[in-house]
């Protein structure tokens, strides 16, 4: 891997860093027509929940874009523009009627999809019938609203996972567990494909953290692997005769899939499912929201604590208690607002961190060069297949610590090439 | 029929495809000394203050964009001054107020309410001593108001007069308490005035009647916009049976307007003409916020109710935001529109005259002072009145046998009043 650096030959030699360096990454950025911006309005993103929409109109910031979402009389939802196409008020102060949302101004009056249904005072526009307000497809689902903001075009079917339809589980939305970010999305992004920071900063740098086990502590063997709508990484762990395979599965360009963190191995055939999708959804360039999908298994139904916000996942508690016990609030925001990765040094842990900016280049790319980027699908019938999950085997160590490593490898592979097992379970 | 740019898109779910980064019209939005918005605004006397703002400390203002500190010396008489001492900076709202005018709390440089040094602190000459002044503007006090002219000295013209302040029956007081502040350019703010028809939707149908209007005033009025010797008026006419309201509010360049109420026509009266109650100010802070200053017109034939005295509903930031977004007023439409409003985006309609004349007003009167000439509303003669049209006139007219022929009727009837002495002639109530 390329690495650009901070470091120094010498001691006490501060005076001589490297200073000024600015971000200049392609996919921080996310307005219109910029190439991260591009490549993630190619994408279906949850911009709220739906009880956030209540009988007035709700103003959101997606993508450094002002919007209003409301919900007619008819239970449809709108995303639109927030400023009239008329004199510019915000439609956040607009009233909803039965077909859509008229603004407090002048009256005018817009359907979800953008049609004008009356320019307020009667007075016909020079232009009425061939302008349309901006507005944006939505599409509700369990409890999120989903948007896609690219090119009407290029619209692409909303991703099905096999989650949504597996009869062992039950969809919600997460919205205690939400929060907003004063950051970049691109660098909580990739804390998601960074396994080595859960040994760390959630178990060995300050204690145990609050939904994490202490078997988090110990150093995964670790493997990153493509994927055909993202990437994966398989973290196992030796725990005495026991081997704990975690897989967490990137759906591009920004969810992710994650078991719980807080088993333990200390069971053969032990298998449990992802318990929440997580959308990293740009606010603006330095700001980002999360947005959760919860999923409840039927036979292991989720705890008070997994619907919560968890531990250090907001500004929401004292700075002396961050210092003390930082969390992942703490460390990915103080990387800065777009933290500046020409000051890195990047070690072997780090491969999964590459990956996928690497493969989130190659989607920048694809769009610019006229193809879809990985994630988007055409094909009505595909489901995608996932792999995220927590599966303990009962695998006794191998000889030497090296043929062990081996031993773990093939294994997790073999886990999540397969069939998860909390599913070969259930059958 | 107005010219229409806007989100041009003939296609439904077609954000992606509205053009974005448009820029507002900065020559006629922008305040700043030199922009051709701020030397137009730099002709006329503006409102800086009430006189009850200002104690025995120095008052920090923001006019135009610029900073600048307002004190009474000890023989009563107001000073306007640049913020920043002359000698090194500090700002003379730290200034310590003398009888002849305000010393510097640095080193002691004094000054004079028209920015004659008079010391120069420790003693110690000034090498351009006798040469330098402090920067300062002319002030007047009208009725509890302390307006000031910041432009051109050369310039200066004759304070403003009315010819309502001459009405033996009105007498003027400064309306402090409707004062208010809004985060927006200057224009969006005023602008609002020449815009009658969003009376009719913000104020009555949106969320119903709102405090300060009668329930005549859904009746969408027929409309006129006619240009005056000081800017223009609105004359919007609402047949109410075999009564017609005949409403006049008149704008003057470039920022102030005159306004009758909205709340009372008179009962079922007739041949009556309520005199205007407000003269009002959109002041530029500076190019994103304004302040709305008022003067109050009390009738004792019509006196001021106490409501009238008050802030009028949904004129600032005064409410919580939930209570905004249910009953939006004026301060929620305007402001939200953005800092500056970007013109560019907008999409016109008929209704929307007033505002685009109110604007082309503007510009034209940016080229006259452009051009070397006075623009509209300054008179040199100090004797000289600008006329007003501002009433509510209500006078019985039979409806005309068709719809068409009663819009026709309601438009010569608006003209003939607004034009007419009727304001003059018929009593108040």
Not at chain 1, 335 to 344: D, K, L
Request: include cysteine.
């Amino acid at each position: 891997m390329t690495t650009t650096a901070n470091s120094h030959l010498q001691t006490y030699d501060a005076y001589n860093s490297q200073r000024g360096l600015v971000d200049d990454s392609e996919f921080t950025r996310v307005g219109r027509g910029t190439p991260g911006g591009e490549f993630l309005r190619r994408y279906w993103l949850p911009v709220a929940y739906e009880q956030e929409v209540t009988d007035l109109p709700l103003k959101v910031r997606v993508l450094g874009e002002d919007l209003v979402v409301f919900r007619n009389g008819r239970g449809e939802y709108g995303l639109v523009e927030q400023r009239c196409s008329h004199r510019g008020a915000s439609l956040e102060y607009g009233v909803i009627s039965d077909e859509g949302i008229r603004c407090a101004y002048h009256g005018f009056h817009y359907a979800p999809d953008g049609t004008i249904l009356a320019t307020g005072s009667g007075a016909p526009m020079a232009n009425a019938g061939k302008l349309c307000h901006g507005a944006y497809p939505v599409y509700p689902f369990h409890g999120l609203i989903f948007a896609y903001m690219g090119p009407p075009e290029k619209k692409p079917l909303f991703p099905m996972l096999d989650l949504y339809n597996d009869p062992n589980l039950s969809v919600e939305p997460g919205f205690e567990r939400g929060a907003s970010w004063d950051c970049n999305w691109m660098q909580i992004n990739e804390n998601a494909m960074d396994p080595v920071h859960t040994s760390w900063l959630h178990v060995v740098t300050t204690g145990t953290q609050r939904g994490f086990s202490d078997d988090v502590g110990i150093v995964p063997v670790l493997q990153w692997v493509m994927t055909d709508f993202g990437m994966q990484y398989i973290a196992c762990r030796r725990v005495n005769d026991f081997v704990w395979v975690r897989v967490v599965d990137k759906l591009m360009p920004t969810s992710g899939l994650v078991a719980a963190s807080d088993a333990r191995a200390e069971q053969d055939k032990f298998s449990q499912p992802p318990n929440h999708c997580t959308f990293i959804v740009p606010i603006d360039d330095y700001n980002t929201r999360r947005l959760y999908f919860l999923f409840n298994e039927h036979r292991n139904p989720l705890q008070p604590v997994h619907r919560m916000r968890g531990f250090a996942q907001a500004n929401d508690r004292s700075y002396e208690e961050r210092q003390r016990r930082p969390g992942d609030y703490d460390v990915m925001t103080s990387q800065g607002p777009i933290a500046v990765r020409q000051y890195e040094n990047l070690t072997t842990t780090d491969t999964g961190v590459i990956m996928l900016r690497n493969m989130i280049l190659d989607g920048i790319r694809a769009v610019q060069e006229g193809r879809d980027p990985v994630g988007v699908n055409r094909d009505p019938n595909k489901i995608i297949h996932t792999r995220a999950q927590n599966t303990v085997l009962r695998v006794p160590p191998a000889d030497t610590p090296e043929a062990d490593e081996e031993l773990l490898k093939e294994l997790g592979r073999n886990v999540a090439a397969g069939e998860p097992y909390y599913r070969l379970q259930a059958v | 029929v107005p010219t229409v740019v806007g989100p041009a898109s003939s296609q439904t779910h077609n954000a992606y495809n509205t053009p974005r980064d448009l820029k507002e019209d900065a020559d006629l939005t922008h305040v700043g000394r030199g922009t051709p918005g701020g030397e137009l605004i730099r002709r006329y006397w503006q409102p800086v203050a009430y006189t009850e703002e200002v104690t025995d400390l120095p008052l920090k203002v923001r006019i135009l964009g610029e900073d600048l500190v307002l004190f009474r010396n000890g023989r009563g008489e107001y000073g306007l001054v640049e913020q920043r001492c002359s000698h090194r900076g500090a700002s003379l709202e730290y200034g310590v107020i003398s009888d002849e005018g305000i010393r510097c709390a640095y080193h002691g440089f004094h000054y004079a309410p028209d920015g004659t040094i008079l010391a120069t602190g420790s003693g110690a000459p000034m090498a351009n001593a006798g040469k330098l002044c402090h920067g300062a503007y002319p002030l007047r006090v009208f009725h509890g108001l302390i307006f000031a002219y910041m432009g051109p000295p050369e310039k200066q013209p004759p304070f403003q007069m009315f010819d309502i302040f001459d009405d033996p029956h009105i007498t003027l007081e400064p309306g402090r308490s409707r004062s208010c502040i809004n985060e927006a350019n200057w224009v969006q703010i005023s602008e609002n005035g020449m815009d009658p028809i969003h009376t009719v939707w913000l104020h009555m149908i949106t969320t119903g009647a709102q405090r300060g209007f009668s329930e005549e005033v859904s009746v969408v009025p027929v409309m006129q916009w006619v240009q005056t010797e000081a800017g223009i008026m609105y004359i919007a006419c609402r047949r109410v049976g075999d009564r017609v309201w005949v409403r006049v509010n008149d704008k003057f360049m470039p920022n102030s307007g005159m306004i009758g109420p909205n709340d009372d026509m008179g009962g079922n009266k007739v041949d009556i003409s309520q005199r205007p109650y407000q003269l009002t100010w959109a002041v530029p802070i500076d190019d994103v916020n304004t302040r709305r200053m008022y003067l109050m017109l009390n009738d004792d034939r019509n006196p001021l109710r106490a409501g009238q005295r008050e802030r009028g509903f949904g004129q600032m930031n005064d409410r919580p935001y939930e209570e905004r977004q249910r009953v939006p007023g004026d301060y929620d439409v305007t402001v939200s529109a953005g800092p500056i409003a970007v013109h560019a985006y907008e999409n016109l309609t008929s209704t929307d005259y007033g505002v685009i004349a109110y604007r082309q007003t503007i510009r034209d009167n940016i080229r006259a002072v452009q051009e070397g000439g006075d623009p509209a509303g300054i008179l040199r003669d100090p004797n000289a009145r600008v006329r007003i049209r501002t009433q509510n006139t209500v006078v019985r007219v039979p409806p005309a046998a068709t719809a068409e022929g009663d819009v026709a009727l309601l438009k010569r009837i608006g003209r003939e009043v607004a034009d007419g002495d009727l304001l003059r002639t018929l009593p108040a109530v």
